[in-house]
Protein backbone atom coordinates (compact mmCIF):
# COMPACT_ATOMS: atom_id res chain seq x y z
CA UNK A 1 0.00 0.00 0.00
CA UNK A 2 2.42 2.51 1.17
CA UNK A 3 4.76 1.51 -1.81
CA UNK A 4 1.61 2.10 -4.35
CA UNK A 5 1.24 5.55 -2.46
CA UNK A 6 4.54 6.32 -3.11
CA UNK A 7 4.57 5.19 -6.99
CA UNK A 8 1.40 7.56 -7.26
CA UNK A 9 2.41 10.75 -5.72
CA UNK A 10 5.93 10.50 -7.69
CA UNK A 11 3.98 9.86 -10.55
CA UNK A 12 1.53 12.70 -10.21
CA UNK A 13 4.74 15.14 -9.32
CA UNK A 14 6.56 14.41 -12.46
CA UNK A 15 3.82 14.28 -14.94
CA UNK A 16 2.85 17.69 -13.18
CA UNK A 17 6.62 18.61 -14.23
CA UNK A 18 5.55 17.77 -17.86
CA UNK A 19 2.14 19.75 -17.56
CA UNK A 20 3.86 22.78 -16.76
CA UNK A 21 6.86 22.92 -19.56
CA UNK A 22 6.33 21.27 -22.63
CA UNK A 23 6.56 17.48 -22.20
CA UNK A 24 3.02 17.03 -23.33
CA UNK A 25 3.34 19.13 -26.72
CA UNK A 26 6.34 17.00 -28.00
CA UNK A 27 6.33 15.03 -31.18
CA UNK A 28 4.25 11.51 -30.51
CA UNK A 29 7.40 9.86 -30.32
CA UNK A 30 9.12 12.28 -28.08
CA UNK A 31 6.05 12.31 -26.00
CA UNK A 32 6.26 8.18 -26.07
CA UNK A 33 9.75 8.58 -24.66
CA UNK A 34 9.44 10.61 -22.09
CA UNK A 35 6.37 9.18 -20.43
CA UNK A 36 7.93 5.66 -20.74
CA UNK A 37 10.58 7.55 -18.90
CA UNK A 38 8.72 9.33 -16.17
CA UNK A 39 6.28 6.00 -15.73
CA UNK A 40 9.37 3.95 -14.87
CA UNK A 41 11.35 6.53 -12.61
CA UNK A 42 8.15 6.68 -10.52
CA UNK A 43 8.00 2.54 -10.04
CA UNK A 44 11.73 2.65 -9.16
CA UNK A 45 11.18 5.87 -6.79
CA UNK A 46 8.66 4.15 -5.36
CA UNK A 47 10.20 0.17 -4.69
CA UNK A 48 13.34 1.31 -2.65
CA UNK A 49 15.86 -1.23 -1.86
CA UNK A 50 15.15 -3.28 -5.07
CA UNK A 51 17.20 -2.67 -8.17
CA UNK A 52 14.81 -4.57 -10.80
CA UNK A 53 13.61 -1.76 -12.12
CA UNK A 54 17.71 -0.63 -13.25
CA UNK A 55 18.77 1.35 -15.12
CA UNK A 56 15.67 3.37 -13.44
CA UNK A 57 16.96 3.29 -10.01
CA UNK A 58 15.80 5.05 -6.56
CA UNK A 59 17.00 8.41 -5.89
CA UNK A 60 16.85 9.59 -1.88
CA UNK A 61 20.67 10.67 -1.23
CA UNK A 62 20.52 12.18 2.82
CA UNK A 63 17.10 12.32 3.08
CA UNK A 64 16.57 10.55 6.83
CA UNK A 65 16.25 13.35 9.20
CA UNK A 66 18.45 10.70 12.01
CA UNK A 67 20.68 9.37 10.02
CA UNK A 68 23.23 6.83 12.27
CA UNK A 69 26.82 8.04 12.05
CA UNK A 70 28.48 4.75 11.19
CA UNK A 71 30.80 2.71 8.60
CA UNK A 72 32.36 -0.34 8.28
CA UNK A 73 36.44 -0.05 7.82
CA UNK A 74 38.62 -2.54 6.24
CA UNK A 75 42.00 -2.43 7.93
CA UNK A 76 44.84 -4.83 6.30
CA UNK A 77 48.38 -5.97 7.47
CA UNK A 78 50.79 -6.93 4.82
CA UNK A 79 54.09 -8.93 5.24
CA UNK A 80 55.52 -5.91 7.31
CA UNK A 81 52.83 -5.91 9.18
CA UNK A 82 52.31 -2.35 8.35
CA UNK A 83 48.17 -1.56 8.75
CA UNK A 84 46.80 0.41 5.84
CA UNK A 85 42.91 0.60 4.38
CA UNK A 86 42.13 -1.46 1.49
CA UNK A 87 42.19 0.67 -1.24
CA UNK A 88 38.59 -0.33 -3.15
CA UNK A 89 39.71 1.99 -5.89
CA UNK A 90 41.40 -0.96 -7.56
CA UNK A 91 38.11 -3.13 -8.01
CA UNK A 92 35.91 0.03 -8.48
CA UNK A 93 36.72 3.32 -9.54
CA UNK A 94 33.70 5.37 -9.76
CA UNK A 95 31.81 3.44 -6.78
CA UNK A 96 34.16 1.98 -4.70
CA UNK A 97 32.08 2.65 -1.43
CA UNK A 98 29.60 0.46 -3.14
CA UNK A 99 31.86 -2.72 -2.63
CA UNK A 100 32.63 -2.03 0.58
CA UNK A 101 29.07 -1.96 1.09
CA UNK A 102 28.72 -5.56 -0.49
CA UNK A 103 31.49 -7.15 1.12
CA UNK A 104 29.26 -5.95 4.33
CA UNK A 105 25.75 -7.36 3.13
CA UNK A 106 27.74 -10.92 2.69
CA UNK A 107 29.49 -10.59 6.49
CA UNK A 108 25.83 -9.41 7.59
CA UNK A 109 23.83 -12.54 5.94
CA UNK A 110 26.31 -15.25 7.64
CA UNK A 111 26.44 -13.59 11.20
CA UNK A 112 29.97 -14.57 11.78
CA UNK A 113 32.83 -13.82 12.65
CA UNK A 114 35.59 -15.83 10.78
CA UNK A 115 36.13 -18.75 8.54
CA UNK A 116 33.23 -18.14 6.10
CA UNK A 117 34.00 -20.01 2.79
CA UNK A 118 32.07 -17.47 0.85
CA UNK A 119 33.22 -14.38 2.58
CA UNK A 120 37.14 -15.75 2.46
CA UNK A 121 36.89 -16.58 -0.83
CA UNK A 122 35.81 -13.23 -1.85
CA UNK A 123 38.88 -11.74 0.23
CA UNK A 124 41.03 -13.70 -1.21
CA UNK A 125 39.96 -12.53 -4.06
CA UNK A 126 40.67 -8.82 -3.29
CA UNK A 127 44.31 -9.76 -2.02
CA UNK A 128 45.23 -11.32 -5.79
CA UNK A 129 43.83 -7.80 -7.03
CA UNK A 130 45.76 -5.96 -4.26
CA UNK A 131 49.02 -8.52 -5.12
CA UNK A 132 48.28 -7.47 -8.80
CA UNK A 133 47.55 -4.01 -8.42
CA UNK A 134 49.43 -3.18 -5.30
CA UNK A 135 51.90 -4.92 -3.81
CA UNK A 136 52.85 -8.45 -4.60
CA UNK A 137 53.03 -9.71 -1.25
CA UNK A 138 49.40 -8.79 -1.17
CA UNK A 139 48.07 -8.65 2.69
CA UNK A 140 48.23 -11.28 5.16
CA UNK A 141 45.11 -10.49 7.46
CA UNK A 142 42.38 -8.32 6.96
CA UNK A 143 40.21 -7.00 9.65
CA UNK A 144 36.41 -5.83 9.09
CA UNK A 145 35.32 -3.13 11.94
CA UNK A 146 32.06 -1.83 12.40
CA UNK A 147 32.51 2.01 13.84
CA UNK A 148 30.53 3.74 15.45
CA UNK A 149 31.12 7.52 15.64
CA UNK A 150 30.26 9.47 18.93
CA UNK A 151 28.33 12.70 17.39
CA UNK A 152 29.27 14.64 20.73
CA UNK A 153 33.07 13.66 21.57
CA UNK A 154 33.70 12.40 17.93
CA UNK A 155 35.34 9.27 19.52
CA UNK A 156 35.52 6.22 16.82
CA UNK A 157 34.15 2.80 18.16
CA UNK A 158 35.57 -0.39 17.09
CA UNK A 159 33.52 -3.02 16.78
CA UNK A 160 35.16 -6.26 14.80
CA UNK A 161 32.84 -7.77 13.02
CA UNK A 162 35.21 -10.38 10.85
CA UNK A 163 38.66 -11.37 10.48
CA UNK A 164 40.45 -13.57 7.55
CA UNK A 165 43.93 -14.60 8.17
CA UNK A 166 45.98 -15.62 4.89
CA UNK A 167 47.34 -18.89 6.83
CA UNK A 168 43.92 -20.00 8.82
CA UNK A 169 41.15 -18.85 6.17
CA UNK A 170 43.09 -19.60 2.13
CA UNK A 171 40.11 -21.69 0.58
CA UNK A 172 42.75 -22.92 -1.75
CA UNK B 1 25.83 29.42 -31.18
CA UNK B 2 22.36 27.71 -32.29
CA UNK B 3 20.64 24.31 -30.92
CA UNK B 4 22.48 21.67 -33.68
CA UNK B 5 26.24 23.01 -32.31
CA UNK B 6 25.38 23.20 -28.56
CA UNK B 7 23.40 19.49 -28.93
CA UNK B 8 26.38 18.19 -30.69
CA UNK B 9 28.79 19.54 -27.92
CA UNK B 10 26.67 17.72 -25.46
CA UNK B 11 26.91 14.31 -27.27
CA UNK B 12 30.72 15.06 -27.97
CA UNK B 13 31.01 15.89 -24.29
CA UNK B 14 29.22 13.07 -22.61
CA UNK B 15 31.20 10.50 -25.44
CA UNK B 16 34.75 12.00 -23.39
CA UNK B 17 32.79 11.46 -20.03
CA UNK B 18 32.75 8.02 -20.80
CA UNK B 19 36.00 7.42 -22.33
CA UNK B 20 37.34 8.69 -19.04
CA UNK B 21 35.38 6.53 -16.81
CA UNK B 22 35.52 3.65 -18.51
CA UNK B 23 39.81 4.11 -19.36
CA UNK B 24 39.81 4.87 -15.49
CA UNK B 25 37.70 1.74 -14.43
CA UNK B 26 39.53 -0.79 -13.28
CA UNK B 27 36.98 -3.45 -15.31
CA UNK B 28 39.59 -6.60 -15.94
CA UNK B 29 40.11 -7.27 -12.11
CA UNK B 30 36.23 -7.90 -11.76
CA UNK B 31 37.46 -10.97 -13.13
CA UNK B 32 39.53 -12.08 -9.99
CA UNK B 33 36.17 -11.93 -7.96
CA UNK B 34 34.13 -14.63 -7.18
CA UNK B 35 31.39 -15.38 -9.80
CA UNK B 36 28.42 -16.45 -7.67
CA UNK B 37 28.48 -12.80 -5.72
CA UNK B 38 27.52 -11.36 -9.23
CA UNK B 39 23.99 -9.70 -9.29
CA UNK B 40 23.54 -8.19 -12.41
CA UNK B 41 20.63 -5.74 -11.55
CA UNK B 42 17.66 -5.08 -13.64
CA UNK B 43 18.06 -5.52 -17.27
CA UNK B 44 21.51 -6.40 -16.31
CA UNK B 45 19.71 -9.84 -16.11
CA UNK B 46 19.38 -10.34 -19.34
CA UNK B 47 23.02 -10.59 -19.97
CA UNK B 48 23.16 -13.75 -18.14
CA UNK B 49 20.17 -15.59 -19.03
CA UNK B 50 22.47 -18.19 -20.21
CA UNK B 51 24.28 -19.38 -16.92
CA UNK B 52 27.45 -19.84 -19.16
CA UNK B 53 27.92 -16.08 -20.17
CA UNK B 54 28.87 -15.34 -16.58
CA UNK B 55 32.30 -17.70 -17.08
CA UNK B 56 32.81 -16.34 -20.05
CA UNK B 57 32.72 -12.08 -19.72
CA UNK B 58 34.28 -12.60 -16.49
CA UNK B 59 37.67 -13.24 -17.83
CA UNK B 60 40.82 -10.95 -17.66
CA UNK B 61 40.52 -11.14 -21.67
CA UNK B 62 37.01 -10.13 -22.28
CA UNK B 63 36.48 -7.68 -19.88
CA UNK B 64 39.69 -5.82 -21.09
CA UNK B 65 38.97 -6.41 -24.59
CA UNK B 66 35.49 -4.64 -24.07
CA UNK B 67 36.69 -1.70 -22.61
CA UNK B 68 39.30 -1.49 -25.28
CA UNK B 69 36.80 -1.86 -28.07
CA UNK B 70 34.17 0.77 -25.92
CA UNK B 71 37.11 3.23 -26.32
CA UNK B 72 37.96 2.87 -29.77
CA UNK B 73 34.01 3.00 -30.58
CA UNK B 74 33.70 6.42 -28.34
CA UNK B 75 36.45 7.42 -29.80
CA UNK B 76 35.06 6.59 -33.57
CA UNK B 77 32.11 8.18 -32.59
CA UNK B 78 33.09 11.59 -31.75
CA UNK B 79 35.00 11.26 -35.65
CA UNK B 80 32.02 9.76 -37.66
CA UNK B 81 28.71 11.01 -36.91
CA UNK B 82 26.95 9.93 -40.05
CA UNK B 83 27.09 6.54 -39.32
CA UNK B 84 24.18 6.11 -37.32
CA UNK B 85 24.92 2.30 -36.48
CA UNK B 86 28.81 3.32 -35.34
CA UNK B 87 27.11 5.02 -32.22
CA UNK B 88 24.23 2.64 -31.37
CA UNK B 89 26.63 0.10 -30.60
CA UNK B 90 28.69 2.20 -29.07
CA UNK B 91 26.14 3.10 -26.39
CA UNK B 92 25.32 -0.68 -26.56
CA UNK B 93 28.83 -1.23 -25.73
CA UNK B 94 28.96 1.20 -22.37
CA UNK B 95 25.27 -0.11 -21.54
CA UNK B 96 26.68 -3.26 -21.30
CA UNK B 97 30.06 -1.91 -19.28
CA UNK B 98 27.63 -0.38 -17.18
CA UNK B 99 26.27 -3.42 -16.22
CA UNK B 100 29.15 -4.95 -15.42
CA UNK B 101 30.46 -2.06 -13.53
CA UNK B 102 27.24 -2.46 -11.41
CA UNK B 103 27.14 -6.39 -11.43
CA UNK B 104 29.05 -7.00 -8.05
CA UNK B 105 28.34 -3.90 -5.81
CA UNK B 106 24.89 -2.77 -4.44
CA UNK B 107 24.26 0.40 -5.19
CA UNK B 108 23.65 2.19 -8.30
CA UNK B 109 26.12 5.35 -9.07
CA UNK B 110 23.96 8.74 -9.37
CA UNK B 111 27.03 10.64 -11.08
CA UNK B 112 26.96 8.33 -14.25
CA UNK B 113 23.39 8.07 -14.50
CA UNK B 114 22.67 11.11 -16.13
CA UNK B 115 25.30 10.45 -18.56
CA UNK B 116 23.97 7.21 -19.45
CA UNK B 117 20.48 8.34 -19.77
CA UNK B 118 21.61 11.07 -22.10
CA UNK B 119 23.20 8.62 -24.43
CA UNK B 120 19.96 6.53 -24.39
CA UNK B 121 18.17 9.43 -25.51
CA UNK B 122 21.12 10.31 -28.80
CA UNK B 123 20.69 6.63 -29.99
CA UNK B 124 16.68 6.41 -29.52
CA UNK B 125 16.43 9.84 -31.55
CA UNK B 126 19.03 9.21 -34.60
CA UNK B 127 17.47 11.58 -37.12
CA UNK B 128 19.38 15.06 -34.93
CA UNK B 129 21.70 15.94 -37.02
CA UNK B 130 25.08 15.99 -35.09
CA UNK B 131 28.50 17.64 -35.90
CA UNK B 132 31.71 15.46 -35.28
CA UNK B 133 34.56 16.95 -33.32
CA UNK B 134 36.16 17.76 -36.76
CA UNK B 135 33.06 20.15 -37.60
CA UNK B 136 32.97 21.50 -34.60
CA UNK B 137 36.45 22.91 -34.50
CA UNK B 138 36.18 24.35 -38.52
CA UNK B 139 35.36 27.98 -38.31
CA UNK B 140 33.02 30.17 -40.16
CA UNK B 141 30.32 27.25 -40.90
CA UNK B 142 26.96 28.05 -41.78
CA UNK B 143 24.57 25.90 -39.36
CA UNK B 144 21.15 27.39 -39.74
CA UNK B 145 18.97 25.26 -37.74
CA UNK B 146 16.93 25.91 -34.78
CA UNK B 147 14.00 24.29 -35.68
CA UNK B 148 11.49 22.93 -32.85
CA UNK B 149 12.54 19.65 -33.06
CA UNK B 150 16.20 20.84 -32.20
CA UNK B 151 14.82 22.73 -29.09
CA UNK B 152 12.75 19.95 -27.91
CA UNK B 153 15.62 17.45 -28.47
CA UNK B 154 17.24 19.66 -25.45
CA UNK B 155 14.21 20.17 -24.03
CA UNK B 156 14.75 15.79 -23.55
CA UNK B 157 18.54 16.50 -22.62
CA UNK B 158 17.47 18.67 -19.84
CA UNK B 159 14.68 16.99 -18.51
CA UNK B 160 17.01 14.14 -17.79
CA UNK B 161 19.06 16.55 -15.55
CA UNK B 162 15.63 18.46 -13.88
CA UNK B 163 14.06 15.00 -13.38
CA UNK B 164 16.38 13.22 -10.64
CA UNK B 165 17.08 16.93 -9.10
CA UNK B 166 13.60 17.54 -8.83
CA UNK B 167 12.31 13.74 -7.60
CA UNK B 168 15.61 14.70 -4.79
CA UNK B 169 14.32 17.56 -3.33
CA UNK B 170 11.06 15.87 -3.35
CA UNK B 171 11.78 12.91 -1.39
CA UNK B 172 13.50 15.46 0.81
CA UNK B 173 10.84 17.79 1.53
CA UNK B 174 7.90 15.30 1.50
CA UNK B 175 9.38 12.08 2.98
CA UNK B 176 12.53 13.68 4.51
CA UNK B 177 11.09 16.92 5.85
CA UNK B 178 7.27 17.07 6.15
CA UNK B 179 6.60 13.23 7.85
CA UNK B 180 9.37 13.94 10.41
CA UNK B 181 8.86 17.41 11.30
CA UNK B 182 11.65 18.88 9.34
CA UNK B 183 14.43 17.64 11.56
CA UNK B 184 16.60 17.18 8.30
CA UNK B 185 17.49 20.75 8.15
CA UNK B 186 17.70 21.71 11.51
CA UNK B 187 18.85 18.76 13.87
CA UNK B 188 22.33 17.08 13.87
CA UNK B 189 21.47 15.31 10.07
CA UNK B 190 23.71 17.22 8.54
CA UNK B 191 26.90 17.01 11.30
CA UNK B 192 26.05 12.71 10.95
CA UNK B 193 25.77 12.70 7.13
CA UNK B 194 29.27 14.96 7.20
CA UNK B 195 30.97 12.97 9.92
CA UNK B 196 30.21 9.30 8.17
CA UNK B 197 31.02 10.38 4.63
CA UNK B 198 34.25 12.47 6.27
CA UNK B 199 35.39 8.75 7.81
CA UNK B 200 34.26 6.16 5.76
CA UNK B 201 37.33 5.44 2.99
CA UNK B 202 37.09 6.84 -0.37
CA UNK B 203 38.69 8.20 -3.38
CA UNK B 204 38.50 11.64 -1.99
CA UNK B 205 39.96 12.13 1.27
CA UNK B 206 39.12 15.05 2.51
CA UNK B 207 38.22 15.01 6.28
CA UNK B 208 38.48 18.82 7.36
CA UNK B 209 34.59 19.64 7.51
CA UNK B 210 34.12 17.97 10.86
CA UNK B 211 35.92 20.05 12.15
CA UNK B 212 34.84 23.33 10.57
CA UNK B 213 31.07 21.88 11.63
CA UNK B 214 32.12 22.51 15.56
CA UNK B 215 31.75 25.93 14.54
CA UNK B 216 28.08 26.94 15.19
CA UNK B 217 27.64 29.89 12.81
CA UNK B 218 29.02 27.57 10.14
CA UNK B 219 26.99 24.71 10.75
CA UNK B 220 24.02 27.22 10.92
CA UNK B 221 25.30 28.00 7.42
CA UNK B 222 25.64 24.92 6.15
CA UNK B 223 21.83 23.96 7.24
CA UNK B 224 20.64 26.53 6.00
CA UNK B 225 22.69 26.10 2.76
CA UNK B 226 20.92 22.50 2.71
CA UNK B 227 17.64 24.02 2.79
CA UNK B 228 18.39 26.49 -0.32
CA UNK B 229 19.84 23.75 -2.46
CA UNK B 230 17.07 21.25 -1.77
CA UNK B 231 14.52 24.01 -2.42
CA UNK B 232 16.28 24.78 -5.79
CA UNK B 233 16.21 20.84 -6.64
CA UNK B 234 12.47 20.38 -5.92
CA UNK B 235 11.79 23.81 -8.61
CA UNK B 236 14.26 22.95 -11.03
CA UNK B 237 11.54 22.68 -13.55
CA UNK B 238 11.87 26.53 -13.09
CA UNK B 239 15.22 26.71 -15.12
CA UNK B 240 13.25 26.18 -18.26
CA UNK B 241 10.74 29.37 -17.72
CA UNK B 242 13.13 32.17 -16.43
CA UNK B 243 16.61 32.91 -17.51
CA UNK B 244 16.81 34.62 -13.94
CA UNK B 245 15.94 31.66 -11.82
CA UNK B 246 18.13 29.42 -14.17
CA UNK B 247 21.38 31.78 -13.67
CA UNK B 248 20.47 31.68 -9.92
CA UNK B 249 20.22 27.60 -10.22
CA UNK B 250 23.28 27.35 -11.59
CA UNK B 251 25.26 29.57 -9.32
CA UNK B 252 23.79 27.28 -6.24
CA UNK B 253 23.94 23.97 -7.67
CA UNK B 254 27.65 24.04 -9.17
CA UNK B 255 29.29 25.19 -6.19
CA UNK B 256 27.14 22.80 -4.00
CA UNK B 257 28.89 20.22 -5.89
CA UNK B 258 32.49 21.06 -4.97
CA UNK B 259 31.20 21.87 -1.63
CA UNK B 260 30.28 17.94 -0.97
CA UNK B 261 33.56 16.96 -2.81
CA UNK B 262 35.19 18.72 0.53
CA UNK B 263 33.00 17.91 3.30
CA UNK B 264 31.18 14.20 1.96
CA UNK B 265 34.28 13.27 -0.34
CA UNK B 266 31.40 12.74 -2.71
CA UNK B 267 31.74 14.76 -6.86
CA UNK B 268 29.16 14.19 -9.31
CA UNK B 269 31.46 15.86 -12.02
CA UNK B 270 29.91 14.61 -14.38
CA UNK B 271 27.05 16.27 -13.50
CA UNK B 272 28.54 19.65 -13.45
CA UNK B 273 29.93 19.27 -16.72
CA UNK B 274 26.78 18.68 -18.64
CA UNK B 275 25.14 21.47 -16.33
CA UNK B 276 27.41 23.66 -17.54
CA UNK B 277 27.15 22.38 -21.70
CA UNK B 278 23.30 22.35 -21.10
CA UNK B 279 22.06 25.66 -18.84
CA UNK B 280 25.12 28.19 -19.60
CA UNK B 281 25.46 28.18 -22.83
CA UNK B 282 23.17 29.46 -26.24
CA UNK B 283 20.34 30.40 -23.87
CA UNK B 284 19.25 33.26 -25.53
CA UNK B 285 16.94 31.73 -27.85
CA UNK B 286 15.98 28.77 -25.76
CA UNK B 287 13.72 30.38 -23.51
CA UNK B 288 10.80 30.91 -26.57
CA UNK B 289 11.01 27.39 -27.11
CA UNK B 290 10.47 25.69 -24.24
CA UNK B 291 6.92 27.37 -23.51
CA UNK B 292 4.60 25.33 -21.72
CA UNK B 293 1.51 25.81 -19.57
CA UNK B 294 3.96 26.95 -16.58
CA UNK B 295 5.64 30.14 -18.35
CA UNK B 296 1.97 30.97 -19.10
CA UNK B 297 0.55 31.18 -15.99
CA UNK B 298 4.03 32.77 -14.47
CA UNK B 299 3.12 35.12 -17.49
CA UNK B 300 -0.09 35.81 -16.29
CA UNK B 301 0.56 36.15 -12.86
CA UNK B 302 3.56 39.21 -14.50
CA UNK B 303 6.46 36.95 -12.27
CA UNK B 304 8.12 36.79 -15.62
CA UNK B 305 7.86 38.71 -19.01
Same mark, same amino acid.
Request: charged share 15%; net charge positive; proline share 4%.
Given at each position: ??????????????? #??? *????????? *???? #??????????????????????????????????????????????????????????? *??????? #??????????????????????????????????????????????????????????????????????????? | ?????????????????????????????????????????????? =???????? %??????????????????????????????? =????? /????????????? !?????? !?????????????????????? %?????? @????????????? %????????? /???????????? @????????????? +?????????? =?????? !???????????????????????????? /?? =????? %?????????????????????????? +?????????? /???????????? @???? @??????????????????
Amino acid at each position: MYIALRILLYLIFLL #ALL *LISKGFRLN *LKMK #AFVIIFVVFLSIAQGVIGDRVFYPFVYWGMYVSPNPSPDFVEYTIKDVNEIESKYPFEI *LSFSSPR #ALEYKLYDLIKACECENSDPIIDKYISSMKDVYSKEIDKNGFIEMKINYITIDIGTKELQEELLYTWNSNSNNPN | MNNIIQISIIRNLLLCIWIFLIAMAPLQNLAYLPLENIEPWGIGKI =LFIIPELK %SLIYTEFFLFFIKILTIILCICSLFFTKQKW =LFLIT /VFSIFIIDIILKS !HNGFIN !HAQMASLYMLIIFAIFPNIKIL %SINELL @RKNQKITSNSIEY %SDFLYLLKL /VIIIPYSMLGFE @RIVFGGLFNGFTL +FYGDALEKYI =LKTSYT !HAKYTFNFFPDLYEIPTFATLLNIGFLI /VT =LMELF %SIGILFSSLFRKIWVLIIIPFHIITL +FSMNIFFWEN /VLLIIALFTINQ @RNQL @RYDVGFGRFILKKLKIIR
